[in-house]
């Protein structure tokens, strides 16, 4: 039949559309290689955004400080810090990571304590810092904490401000944190930038903001090139097949919960080499602060997209007044969508010379060997195969509702992760009684999981 249409399907494999990649679990995959599971970045992802966190608060506040609202970025956990002679200590240590970016897609990254993004910083305004870092890469590296104004000594760039840091060394950074706002720390090389080496380093006032938020999220955007059949990203590719948030891709990525009527913050940061227009529905927010901190509420006026570039910090509040399940997603049509090379790779899907239902059959096919649980695309006009340019999304959509289950989705319709793809969540927007039945179940689930492993809690 149509060579245009099986050629449409050829070169989708080579662009990057579509399916989520399915390599490891077509390939038969063994659990030994995935050392990252879902489970294990659960700690990070189940949150009470509701003061419960700021109890976590260990050190008295200085007077004229504020207790605050830590943020919480999903499916990232918060780097744990001890208190000595008043400041606050964080052990931080650089080394390979596995990520687990999607249910069937596990990339071999760097990172920092096992997480790719790192595990979040958060201090206040007036805090001492002391970063005790090890270097557990094969090669050598330094920290940048881009954003704060520290002593040249700490800014951390190899051979300007200090010597490198070999591998199995250990150096220590320390400086106070004068300013607000949403910064980041991140190796100062850039090919290790790319294979992922950020995290958020957040700077919380010393007074509240005003009119202060019930909810703060965080959100990093990355992006990678991982070759059919490949774990380790092209660190020097120009163009990127896996889009993330927070190191995850739709619909792995957890949902944020937000309390009806509550004011929603949602902070975004880029360490990549694309820019990214982040776009919410259903809402207007306003830009409320970028990497240099919180701006004047008299430059703030309505938006719905927010261009975060390069480097960028981009800090945005909504008053969460409809209820829902409200999507924030890139708006960059190609970083809306997953490889589907992995998926594809020998088996090349004939779906775009065929019927509708034999295209159905074949994705049938492919569904049985891994764990799809829904492939019912949207419906098809009869005279589809006719239509130049058929098909587009039309067998784009695979429904893995039950692979990526957490209690934050609980309640989404049936097949509702089809149309999910690369930098996409949701934003849920619930009224009281169903916000207090979600914190419980959230709740519950990080009982079960403390149960279940006692040894790491
Ligand atoms: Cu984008």
Redesign the pocket.
């Known amino acids: 039949m149509s060579g245009n249409r099986r050629r449409f399907f050829q070169d989708a494999a080579f662009f990057g559309a579509g399916f989520l990649g399915l390599a490891e679990s077509l390939g038969g995959n063994t659990p030994g290689n995935d050392p990252q599971t879902a489970r294990e970045i659960e700690p990070g992802r189940h949150h009470i955004p509701y003061g419960k966190n700021s109890k976590k608060q260990v050190a008295p506040l200085p007077a004229g400080t504020d207790p605050f609202l830590p943020m919480v970025a999903p499916d990232l956990a918060d780097l744990p810090h001890q208190v000595d002679g008043g400041v606050k200590v964080f052990r931080l240590v650089a080394e390979p990571v596995k990520r687990k970016i999607a249910p069937f897609k596990t990339i071999d990254v760097w990172g920092y304590n096992g997480s790719c993004p790192g595990p979040t910083i958060q201090v206040q305004q007036g805090d001492r810092v002391r970063i005790i870092f090890e270097n557990k890469l094969p090669e050598s590296t330094s920290i940048h904490w881009h954003g704060l104004e520290v002593p040249i000594e700490q800014d951390g760039v190899p051979w300007i401000s200090q010597k490198p840091i070999a591998p199995g060394e250990k150096y220590v950074y320390e400086f106070t944190v004068h300013q607000e706002g949403t910064f980041f720390y991140h190796s100062h090389g850039a090919m290790q930038e790319m294979m992922g080496m950020i995290g958020f380093f957040v700077a919380h006032p010393e007074r509240t903001y005003k009119p202060r938020a019930d909810h703060d999220f965080g959100v990093i955007?990355q992006?990678w090139a991982v070759l059919p059949n490949n774990r380790v990203p092209n660190t020097s590719a120009m163009e990127y097949n896996w889009?993330t948030f927070n190191g995850v891709s739709a619909p792995a990525i957890t949902p944020m919960i937000a309390k009806l009527g509550s004011r929603v913050r949602l902070r975004i940061i880029n360490m990549g080499m694309?820019?990214?227009?982040i776009h919410l529905h259903g809402n207007q927010f306003v830009l409320t602060g970028t990497e240099g901190g919180r701006a004047p509420e008299s430059t703030w006026y309505p938006m719905n997209t927010v261009l975060v570039g390069v480097a960028q910090a981009r800090v945005v509040e909504f008053e969460a007044k409809y209820p829902g399940s409200w999507m924030v997603h890139?708006?960059?049509p190609h970083?809306m969508m997953n490889s589907m090379m992995d998926l594809l790779r020998d088996r090349a899907i004939e779906t775009a010379n065929t019927t509708d239902a034999k295209a159905l059959r074949q994705m049938e096919t492919l569904a049985e060997s891994v764990p799809f649980e829904h492939v019912h695309h949207s419906p098809i006009a009869e005279n589809a195969n006719s239509v130049p340019g058929f098909p587009q999304d039309a067998f784009m959509e695979m429904g893995m509702d039950e692979a990526v289950a957490k209690p934050e989705t609980h309640g989404l319709p049936p097949n509702w992760s089809a149309g999910m793809m690369?930098?996409m969540t949701l934003v849920r927007v619930l009224p009281d009684k169903e916000y207090e039945r979600m914190m419980k179940r959230i709740e519950g689930s990080e009982t079960d999981r403390k149960v279940e492993h006692p040894h790491k809690s």
């Open positions: 955007l992006e889009l694309d820019h990214h227009p890139c708006h960059l970083h690369g930098m």
